[in-house]
Every structure is written in structure tokens, then in C-alpha cells.
T-cell receptor
Framework: ETGVTQTPRHLVMGMTNKKSLKCEQH?????MYWYKQSAKKPLELMFV???????ENNSVPSRFSPECPNSSHLFLHLHTLQPEDSALYLC???????????????FGPGTRLTVL | SQKIEQNSEALNIQEGKTATLTCNYT??????LQWYRQDPGRGPVFLLL?????KEKRKERLKVTFDTTLKQSLFHITASQPADSATYLC???????????FGTGTQLKVEL
């Protein structure tokens, strides 16, 4: 799991806290993604950062704020979360090949977030 | 809205048999489909990609088919082993992009 690392691996926070999730990729990729994985639900794409685009899923609440300072690092800033935000947050990266999409995404191990 | 359905029930098979997992979709015309494997407590790992103009792809003991008329993909693991036990996710993607839409996954258990 040295390709894409995520910290922390586990996080428990209250609804009034502010915290940040960190993702770092060591693969030389140029696109990074945040996903949310809740129990019994499919992975939900939250945000995409790449040289070509910045995508934000309209269904993601504003209490989630992404930051991508460079192509190797991606953050997810959290504030005033709700208990239903408890989930596994996965980061992924890919190399844009320009072949029409379908580039392999490499996932990190995820941050297990619990909101009390 | 887009909908992707995978076997909702867990799939238990005997070692050595072929496991077949299904992925059906509606309200979507994907340019490609990917299959990922996810183990407990870990992120998904890419297995195979198949594009809309391809019928079948193989990689070692893995085979995936893609029928855009039926809007279905089948994922086969031949000569299954206990180490193949995991959750398998299908994901659909648009032409020219990498914004994936995932299914809920099928949990496979290979028993001795």
C-alpha cells in the first residue's frame, strides 16, 4: 500500500470538530479522487482533481471541502459533520492516458470516519 | 437515474469451480466497464477493463464479458481458490473520462 497512502486510518470526531483527511500518491499520477463508501451502498465519487478538470459531485454537502495543492497531495477538510457522514473515505489516483477514459484507479486503504 | 445492480446475495462456491458474477445496469450507456476487488479494510484493486466495442477480455483465470444490448457484464473466475474470497465491484465509466459509477459489489466466498 505504498502507492497511495491515507492518514489517518481511523478518525472519531464530534459534530463541532474540524479535521482534515490527507492523501498522498507516490505513483507519478496526474489525477486524484475522493470517494465515500457507506455500508451497503456503492462507492460514491465525491471529487476529482486533474490537469484537465476539477469535478465536484453536486450531492456532496458543503461541509466537505477538498484541496489539491499539487498532483501528489489531496486533502478533504471536514467541518460540522453529521452522524450520517460516518463512512470509509477512499482516495484514488490515476494517470490520464488520453485514450478515452478507463484509466486504472489506484486506491488508498481509506480513512474510517466515525462522527459522534 | 443510473442504476447498477450486482448479485445482492453473497456467492458461496466450492474450490476449483468457476465463479460467475453479474453486473446489470440501466439508464446508462457506458464507454467502458471495470472490475475491482476489495478485501475487508482495504481499498479496491483494479482487475480488468473492457470497452464498449469489446465482447470479452481475459487475464489469467479471469474473464469478463460485456453485452451492451443486454446492458450486462459477467465476470468469471475459473479454478477458484479460497484466496479469491473478497468483494468484487463493477464500475462503469463515460467516454473520455474517469468518473466511475460503482455497483454495490458481490461478496464471494470460496470454500474448501
Amino acid at each position: 500500500e505504498t502507492g497511495v497512502t491515507q492518514t489517518p486510518r481511523h478518525l472519531v470526531m464530534g459534530m463541532t470538530n474540524k479535521k482534515s483527511l490527507k492523501c498522498e500518491q507516490h505513483l507519478g499520477h496526474n489525477a486524484m479522487y475522493w470517494y465515500k463508501q457507506s455500508a451497503k451502498k456503492p462507492l460514491e465519487l465525491m471529487f476529482v482533481y486533474s490537469l484537465e478538470e476539477r469535478f465536484e459531485n453536486n450531492s456532496v454537502p458543503s461541509r466537505f471541502s477538498p484541496e489539491c495543492p499539487n498532483s501528489s497531495h489531496l486533502f478533504l477538510h471536514l467541518h460540522t459533520l453529521q452522524p450520517e457522514d460516518s463512512a470509509l473515505y477512499l482516495c484514488a489516483s490515476s494517470r490520464l492516458s488520453g485514450t478515452g477514459g478507463g484509466d486504472t484507479q489506484y486506491f488508498g486503504p481509506g480513512t474510517r470516519l466515525t462522527v459522534l | 437515474s443510473q442504476k447498477i445492480e450486482q448479485n445482492s446475495e453473497a456467492l458461496n462456491i466450492q474450490e476449483g469451480k468457476t465463479a460467475t458474477l453479474t453486473c446489470n445496469y440501466t439508464n446508462y450507456s457506458p464507454a467502458y466497464l471495470q472490475w475491482y476487488r476489495q478485501d475487508p479494510g482495504r481499498g479496491p484493486v483494479f482487475l480488468l477493463l473492457i470497452r464498449e466495442n469489446e465482447k470479452e477480455k481475459r487475464k489469467e483465470r479471469l474473464k469478463v464479458t460485456f453485452d451492451t444490448t443486454l446492458k450486462q457484464s459477467l465476470f468469471h473466475i475459473t479454478a477458484s481458490q479460497p484466496a479469491d474470497s473478497a468483494t468484487y465491484l463493477c464500475a462503469l465509466g463515460p467516454g473520455g473520462g474517469n468518473k466511475l459509477t460503482f455497483g454495490t459489489g458481490t461478496q464471494l466466498k470460496v470454500e474448501l
